[in-house]
């Protein structure tokens, strides 16, 4: 079970075929900026799951939420990690050299952005706004 967090926003990537799990994501709103990060099966990397999830995560944050801007930080040395946030479209920014994983753990660390000038806020549970302005979502 997943615990309770108004704070997070829990995706899950399910293979149809199979009904499992192949990847999650979350997306932190308590952070400013928002932080999007994410998972997927061992088995599965490669395969471009993940790249599908997080642009598809990062539409549903920007169009649905309204979200702006979403960072991401990876572990320098992870060359795969790296690959996967340019092939969702993310670009590098500026951060902090230094990042304390959730176990304590402490990296160094390379950021990355997602922004989106048309961010529009769309969910029921938060406030609307028209939408007829903006351009065709591109994944």
């Not at 399910?14 to 799990?21: F, H, I, L, P, Q």
């Not at 994410?38 to 979200?67: K, N, P, S």
Request: hydrophobic share 35%; net charge positive.
């Amino acid at each position: 079970m997943i615990p309770r967090d108004l704070q997070l926003l829990h995706f899950a990537g399910v293979d149809r075929a199979t009904s499992t799990m192949l990847g999650a994501m979350t997306v932190e709103l308590g952070k400013d900026p928002v932080d999007i990060g994410g998972i997927i099966d061992i088995g599965r990397r490669g395969q471009r799951f993940g790249t599908e999830l997080l642009r598809t995560v990062r539409v549903i944050a920007h169009r649905h939420y309204g979200i702006p801007r979403l960072i991401a930080g990876c572990e320098a040395s992870n060359d795969a990690g790296r690959a996967w946030l340019t092939r969702s479209g993310l670009t590098r920014t500026h951060g902090p050299d230094t990042h304390t994983l959730p176990n304590g753990r402490r990296i160094q660390a390379t950021w990355w952005e997602s922004t989106d000038p048309y961010a529009t806020i769309a969910c029921r549970s938060r406030s609307r706004r028209r939408r007829d302005h903006l351009p065709p979502v591109g994944l």
